[in-house]
């Protein structure tokens, strides 16, 4: 291994633990305990090492944005395709993405609330939140319905479960009936073939 491999590979390093150390501190206190202070006394190295890999807060919170999508499309994939059927795939789909809600509260928070300065549904788009967007897409597109557009129909799916997820964790929401909001949610919107 060169010189240069070596130093790339500590770098990467360091980055994956800014980015872990980042999301667990948000996930145990909340974004707002996220500082470079902070971090840099976590993981020990100096403010300037942070700020040599990430400008700021902001670019922190986009790269575990970017992670958590990776995440959620994985998740989504996984039990997508444990599932039978249009209507078991996209009930598994809506219970899976709820889960990861409310599993990973600070990484969804930094996915669709925080500025993480990540364009969405735009040419730049970063690849992990288009690949997440694909991993709703490929299940509800099935589901859509005669004439209707399955992108269109994915945003409104998707709009749905993000409003279930931001009111239950907000305590909007009685959390034991999420089951029964998921069946009617599904019910509803998802014409099986």
């Not at 500590?10 to 501190?25: C, G, H, M, P, S």
């Not at 971090?39 to 986009?62: C, D, T, W």
């Not at 990776?70 to 598994?92: C, I, Q, Y």
């Amino acid at each position: 291994m060169s010189v240069q491999e070596r130093k790339e590979r500590e770098r990467a390093d360091r980055e994956r633990l800014i980015v872990a150390t980042a999301r667990e501190l948000a996930e145990q206190q909340g974004w707002d305990a996220v500082t470079t202070r902070r971090l840099a006394e976590r993981i020990e190295y100096s403010q300037p090492v942070l700020y040599s890999h990430f400008r700021g807060k902001r670019e922190i919170i986009g790269a575990v944005a970017l992670e958590g999508a990776a995440e959620m499309a994985a998740s989504l994939r996984a039990a997508t395709a444990a599932a039978e059927g249009p209507r078991g795939r996209v009930a598994a789909l809506a219970r899976t993405y709820l889960d990861f809600a409310a599993r990973n509260p600070a990484v969804y928070e930094a996915m669709f609330q925080l500025d993480g300065g990540l364009a969405f549904a735009r040419e730049d788009t970063p690849e992990p939140l288009k690949d997440a967007f694909a991993a709703l897409l490929e299940s509800l597109g099935e589901v859509a319905g005669d004439g209707v557009h399955p992108g269109l129909f994915t945003e409104t799916f998707w709009a749905a479960l993000h409003g279930l997820a931001t009111l239950t964790k907000a305590g909007r929401l009685p959390p034991e009936y999420t089951e029964q909001r998921t069946e009617l949610l599904v019910d509803r919107l998802a014409v099986a073939p």
